[in-house]
C-alpha cells in the first residue's frame, strides 16, 4: 500500500502481516480525499482505529497540521509507528496505544476524525459519543467512518449522541459515512 498524493505520493506503508488489519483501498482513498480536500490544509486530524496510519499520513501528505493515531492491535501499532518514523512526521503526529473509546481524552476538537473500527463489532456509536463527550467534536468538525456497505444503523442514535449524517458513499464493499455536528436550535 502506498500514500496516493501530496508530498509523500507513492511512499510505501509498512503493514502487519496477517488479515488483522483491512485497509482502505486505493479506489475508496482517492474518492475520500478528493471529497475532503478543501478541509485539509492547516487541519487537526484523528486516525482511530488507525491499523497502518495510512488516512492519517494521507491527510498529514495533503496539507494536515497534526494528527493523533489511536491503536489498540501491537502488529499494527509497531507498524504504525514505524510508518511516522520513516516518514518523519513524528514531530505533527502522536501515536496513542490503547481500547477505544477509553483512551480518548478531553481536548480541542478535532477539525477531521477518520474512523476505520473493525465491521460489524458495533464500536462506531460509543466511540462517536465519546469524541462528542470528550470535546473532540467542535462544530466545524466532519467525522468520516468506513464500515461495511450495507451495515444498519439508527439515525435517532446518533442525532441523540449530537450528529448527523451529511452524506455517504459506497465503494465496493465499503461505505463512507460522513458526520457532522448536529446543529442545535434555541427553544
Request: charged share 25%.
Amino acid at each position: 500500500m502506498r500514500i496516493i498524493g501530496g508530498r509523500f505520493r507513492g511512499r510505501a506503508l509498512t503493514a502487519p502481516r496477517g488479515l488483522a488489519t483491512r485497509p482502505t483501498g486505493a479506489r475508496a482513498r482517492v474518492a475520500l480525499f478528493d471529497t475532503l480536500a478543501p478541509y485539509l490544509d492547516g487541519a487537526s486530524v484523528a486516525d482511530l482505529f488507525a491499523g497502518t496510519g495510512a488516512l492519517g499520513l494521507e491527510a498529514l501528505s495533503r496539507g494536515a497540521t497534526s494528527v493523533d493515531f489511536y491503536e489498540q492491535a501491537r502488529p499494527a501499532l509497531d507498524a504504525l509507528r514505524g510508518n511516522v518514523t520513516t516518514f518523519g512526521v513524528s514531530a505533527d503526529a502522536r501515536v496513542i496505544g490503547g481500547t477505544l473509546p477509553q483512551s480518548l481524552r478531553e481536548g480541542a476538537p478535532y477539525d477531521l476524525v477518520f474512523m476505520d473500527p473493525p465491521w460489524r463489532q458495533a464500536l462506531e456509536l460509543p466511540v462517536a459519543e465519546r469524541l462528542v463527550r470528550c470535546g473532540r467534536v467542535g462544530p466545524e468538525s466532519r467525522i468520516v467512518i468506513e464500515v461495511a456497505r450495507r451495515d444498519p444503523w439508527d439515525e435517532a442514535s446518533w442525532q441523540a449522541v449530537g450528529l448527523e449524517l451529511a452524506d455517504q458513499r459506497v465503494y465496493g464493499d465499503t461505505e463512507m459515512r460522513f458526520f457532522r455536528r448536529r446543529a442545535t436550535t434555541a427553544p
